[in-house]
């Protein structure tokens, strides 16, 4: 009987040690969280010891036990963790196979260009020459686009997690690409019966990209800049040369009358038909617009200056419409007739509106109008 009693007893201790290792947390909740990164391929063991050197558990091969006992053993998820002191070993372990990590994200808006995301993954501690030197290696859409110098326009902007490890840039820059190819890869087979390349579609998305921030329109700025194509008719859309001022490390925040003049491939003033390859990262609507333009035989826009634009299909029109919305803005209030369709808003990208720009003069028919500076 005393045997009994004794085992029953020492089973007891036993429990009640086994209870206070797992359940019991070894910090206390004011204490500051701790990080933990376990590595892919980690030992339930090592991790113990990671999670003892924190301070959050007392013994490492009890993180071990409990891990087999509850058929956790393959479970835990690889990552980085942000572990409070108020956890128990078995709240720990609940965590790591639920793969609860801390992310950490970077986002690239829609009409960001290449030296731009460089500077927002700077920001997210991702060495900016890194992401510029993966940017310029055009090897990842090859298959795809023969003729890329780089990657702009390729790396589809969204909010990724910034990948831990080593070469962090490459992995983005890789995960980008492949958001592009998953985006793009349903639509292969109509833009090859279009006869237009990838380049072409992604190259004129980037600029109905700039051109306009409302989704709604973008099928019919595309629409403007294919008819201009169409007819032989200079795209004359600023956000081209806004890009090539910054190639050329000039550009100052504003477009002056001299720079239409700037003598660049990707100055649709000055060069007919589209620039050699994209000027940003356009997103999904306006890739759907390049691939899906509006039919319409419109050849002309001009910014409304509340987000919208106006469509003209001749010059005349067009002239019009730029003295009121213009060259008179004071009467806009009084004069401004109902909208005849959707109106995009410039995008930040876009300081100076696109194709028909300042005073789009009949010697100078541009596809929208706002006066340079």
Do not use: C
């Amino acid at each position: 009987m005393r045997k009994l009693i004794l085992a029953l007893v020492l089973l007891a201790v036993v429990y009640g040690a086994w209870l206070h290792e797992t359940r019991w947390p070894v910090r206390g909740a004011s204490d500051p969280p701790q990080p933990l990164i376990i590595v892919p391929g980690a030992r339930v063991l090592d991790i113990g010891h990671q999670l003892q050197q924190l301070g959050l558990v007392r013994h490492p091969e009890v993180f071990r036990l409990l891990v087999l006992s509850r058929g956790e053993t393959g479970r835990l998820r690889a990552g980085e963790y942000e572990l409070t002191g108020s956890m128990s070993v078995d709240q720990i372990i609940d965590k790591l196979v639920r793969g609860d990590v801390v992310r950490h994200v970077v986002t690239f808006p829609e009409g960001t260009n290449l030296e731009d995301m460089a500077r927002l993954a700077a920001v997210k501690g991702i060495p900016q020459a890194a992401f510029l030197a993966a940017a310029r290696d055009p090897a990842l859409i090859r298959d795809l686009e023969p003729e890329a110098k780089d990657l702009e326009g390729y790396l589809f902007p969204d909010t990724y997690d910034i990948p831990r490890g080593p070469e962090p840039a490459a992995h983005l820059v890789a995960r980008m690409v492949r958001r592009f190819r998953d985006v793009i890869t349903p639509e292969l087979a109509s833009l090859q019966q279009g006869g237009r390349t990838l380049r072409q579609v992604v190259t004129l998305a980037s600029i109905v990209e700039l051109e306009t921030a409302r989704p709604e329109e973008r099928p019919r700025v595309a629409a403007v800049f294919l008819n201009r194509l169409n007819k032989k008719m200079p795209l004359q859309t600023d956000p081209t040369v806004i890009y090539a001022l910054r190639v050329a490390g000039t550009y100052d925040g504003n477009i002056h009358k001299d720079d239409l003049d700037v003598d660049s491939p990707y100055n649709t003033y000055r060069f007919p038909g589209l620039p050699p390859g994209p000027i940003a990262s356009p997103g999904r609507a306006s890739l759907q617009a390049a691939l899906h333009p509006a039919t319409s035989r419109e050849l002309y826009f001009v910014s409304r200056n509340d987000g919208s634009h106006q469509f003209s299909e001749t010059l005349a029109e067009h002239e019009r419409w730029v003295n009121l919305y213009q060259r008179h803005r004071g009467a806009v209030a009084m004069a401004s007739p109902a909208s005849p369709g959707p109106g995009p808003v410039p995008s930040p990208g876009a300081a100076v509106q696109g194709a028909p720009g300042p005073a789009a003069s009949p010697a100078a028919p541009r596809a929208s109008a706002r006066p340079p500076s």
